[in-house]
């Protein structure tokens, strides 16, 4: 069975600008998280989506957004780029049906440079 | 608000038997997990407990006590290969808020 896939797995930016990340996740998932990994705040959740609706959110500015396709795919958005915003994205993929107990597989990350 | 405090660096010997604490404060959850991060990669699931206890699972073991507010990653016979970061991290609802990770080395 495929993996959680993300792309790109590198992007650099300036600020102000916007960004998109793709995620696929594993076949049969349908529940993708968002995470932030910053060496100074560590690992922070952004949102998780379930059958296309936002069903969880962490605690970052709306400048963060994201979707869910029908085919579970999410992608998020980050506008208006700021210096603080390079990190390494990482999607997570789970069945997304069993409450807080399923395990979540992470795919290998979007590594963002806003310059 | 929720928090997890782990050391931030652990040193072990080839062979050895090391463990990771974690200790959390958090309104409620419905389990501790454990990942294992190697430098440039994915975090990687390695073990879950929803209710206290030890679960094992080859090389790895890890505790809970919600009484005690306080979990632990076991890892046995240690190789060169486990030196990563390690995650505990509290489930919620359907998402992860981790701990502030511990970088384990291991020496031969």
């Known amino acids: 069975k495929a993996g959680v896939t993300q792309t790109p797995r590198y992007l650099i930016k300036t600020r102000g600008q916007q960004v998109t990340l793709s995620c696929s996740p594993i076949?049969?998932?349908?529940?993708v998280s968002w995470y932030q990994q910053t060496p100074g705040q560590g690992l922070q959740f952004l949102f998780e989506y379930f059958s296309e609706t936002q069903r969880n959110k962490g605690n970052f500015p709306g400048r963060f957004s994201g979707r869910q396709f029908s085919n579970s795919r999410s992608e998020m958005n980050v506008s208006t780029l700021e210096l603080g915003d390079s990190a390494l994205y990482l999607c997570?993929?789970?069945?997304?049906?069993?409450?807080?107990?399923?395990?979540?597989?992470f795919g290998p990350g979007t590594r963002l440079t806003v310059l | 608000g929720q928090s997890l405090e782990q050391p931030s660096e652990v040193t072990a010997v080839e062979g050895a038997i090391v463990q990771i604490n974690c200790t959390y404060q958090?309104?409620?959850?419905?389990?501790l997990s454990w990942y294992q991060q190697h430098d440039g990669g994915a975090p990687t699931f390695l073990s879950y407990?929803?209710?206290?206890g030890l679960e094992e699972t080859g090389r790895f073991s890890s505790f809970l006590s919600r009484s005690d507010s306080y979990g632990y990653l076991l890892l046995q016979e240690l190789q060169m290969k486990d030196s990563a970061s390690y995650f505990c991290a509290v489930s919620p609802a359907n998402n992860l808020f981790f701990g502030t990770g511990t970088r384990l080395t291991v020496i031969p």
């Open positions: 997570a993929s789970s069945r997304g049906t069993s409450g807080g107990t399923d395990t979540q597989y």
């Open positions: 958090t309104s409620g959850f419905y389990g």
């Open positions: 076949s049969g998932h349908r529940s």
């Open positions: 407990n929803a209710l206290d």
